[in-house]
């Protein structure tokens, strides 16, 4: 997906937004320095800020402005992964060692906290209140999020609303938020904003349960971490979910507790990938995937939207 | 020292800013909800919102405005202890048990990512631009004390440039924002901003410093937690860097490790409290204290001025 929009006619500006991420994480403070710099080196897609640049072409695109916009949406969504690697115990991400294991909790905790607030300095660049409600409100819903799936680790009482909740708020909002936020920053008009951050809601839906699924079907060098991990750390994702409609899997699934050795998960990850559940989740994926491109109908025409159609219809076909 | 403005003029106006904080921190999330909650409960002197109260006395008042200010600066004060109690592993603050402590590390670090964005949401009703860049600058500052104390941690090797450093971060830096946000808010003079910042900086130092030197000299009643706390948890402050020059206590205290058992402390505990080198301490925290006031002389005379030099005189008096 990356190669897909590098080479499109935002590469330019998708370079500035790199290099304003790399000079608004920096510190010189060694540790968090070399954290947050391992943490952009070790990639990821960056489809937030490229969300934020490409609804703000909708409005009154002014890149010196919306750099500051598309940095923070990153920033924040790399804030909420360092925390998240905290709670899941994770050593790798991306196929890179996490910073709590390169150090340990409370390094990863604070330069949390550090990144947390670094989004906010880029984002006081800005002075438009309503998306400074709108970001505050955002990263509001994805702490009540983050709670939530503590409690519902390991919980296989949980059914499908609980997830669909879950993902919304870990997943679906942000991306919905870089939408709106970038037409609202621009001057978009209202009938704009609200498209936009529909598109970027189920589309955010959509990836995260591509997501899910990738976790069982990807190999383990495209995932930069072991398959299955969501599923050995208690999180109860939508293959899951459809996999314990059968009774012997259910078996199986329910008897996963923390701690547990990896390996004797092993067969049931197989299980689970070469099943029919896997289609069923994808279906739900493509679902949610034709109602982000049904919102965006109405947009403008606009090379823009060409893109927002293009990264929708990837999303299906992504490996990682 | 809460009994002494408890009564005052503004006495209304904290009360309400007692209920907004209420209000604000609460949540549907039950864990979160409790947590807060529990925080609130627990007391706090309420200073950063006396402080923002006071200083907006100085422009044009407006409580159903500067209240969001005052609240914000207390949950962020509120959200970077939530964070704290999790490094120090403190199981007890102001007597009570610490999210930490009833929950575990990991609910404690998202109810203070929860309490911090409650805090961001808060501050969004605020639509002055110089106010959040302020304030975002104040968060990553204190950020970067929150790295710089772990790696401060029983390290007997720091001079006195590297605790004051620590303790601006820690707790003037966010008593002067209290002022100055405070006093920008409310539209008040540069000038008068610019005297309101430093007379909280050189107070929260000395406000510090008292408190450094009160973890000897109160009682564990006084304190909410078990007197020496800071120095079996590795936290050099001004009276343990005095003590130093002494060899023989330098011996002892360069001999505490992580994970000591506190009982082997005590009577050096009580050797330092009854030292000269609290009162050397104490002669610092004045120092300080004197510089705040002469920030405030140029103030035009005001109840608020009043209050800022009863508060300021208060601090060398107080018991917890």
């Not at 989004?119 to 998306?131: G, K, T």
Request: with cysteine; hydrophobic share 35%.
């Amino acid at each position: 997906m990356k190669v897909k929009w590098k080479y499109s006619y935002l590469k330019k500006d998708i370079n500035e937004i790199e290099y304003t991420l790399h000079q608004t994480v920096n510190s010189s403070q060694p540790i968090l320095k070399d954290a947050s710099l391992q943490l952009l080196q070790s990639g990821g897609k960056r489809i937030r800020p490229l969300f934020v640049l490409l609804s703000a072409k909708f409005g009154q695109y002014n890149l010196q402005s919306i750099k500051h916009v598309a940095a923070t949406l990153e920033i924040i969504h790399m804030a909420s992964l360092v925390h998240d690697d905290v709670i899941d115990e994770a050593s790798l991400r991306r196929g890179k060692p996490t910073i709590n294991s390169t150090y340990d909790n409370r390094v990863a905790m604070y330069a949390g906290d550090f990144l947390f607030a670094k989004a906010l300095e880029c984002m006081s660049e800005i002075e438009i209140p309503e998306a400074h409600q709108k970001l505050s409100n955002t990263i509001l819903e994805i702490c009540l999020g983050e709670i939530e799936q503590i409690k519902d680790k390991y919980n296989y009482e949980q059914n499908l609303k609980c997830y669909l909740r879950r993902i919304k708020r870990k997943t679906a909002l942000l991306i919905s938020a870089s939408c709106e936020i970038g037409a609202i920053a621009s001057g978009a008009s209202s009938s704009i904003q609200k498209s936009l951050r529909d598109y970027g809601y189920y589309l955010g839906m959509s990836y995260q349960i591509m997501d899910d699924i990738l976790d069982f079907t990807a190999s383990e060098k495209e995932l930069g971490k072991p398959a299955g991990s969501d599923l050995i750390q208690g999180n109860i994702t939508l293959p899951v979910l459809f996999a314990m409609q059968d009774q012997s899997l259910k078996e199986k699934i329910t008897s996963i507790y923390e701690g547990i050795n990896p390996e004797t998960v092993k067969p049931l990850i197989n299980q689970i990938r070469k099943s029919s559940f896997i289609k069923e989740a994808r279906r739900i994926s493509e679902e949610y995937l034709n109602k982000s491109l049904k919102c965006i109908e109405t947009l403008p025409d606009h090379e823009a939207k060409e893109m927002l159609i293009l990264i929708a219809k990837n999303i299906g076909n992504r490996k990682n």
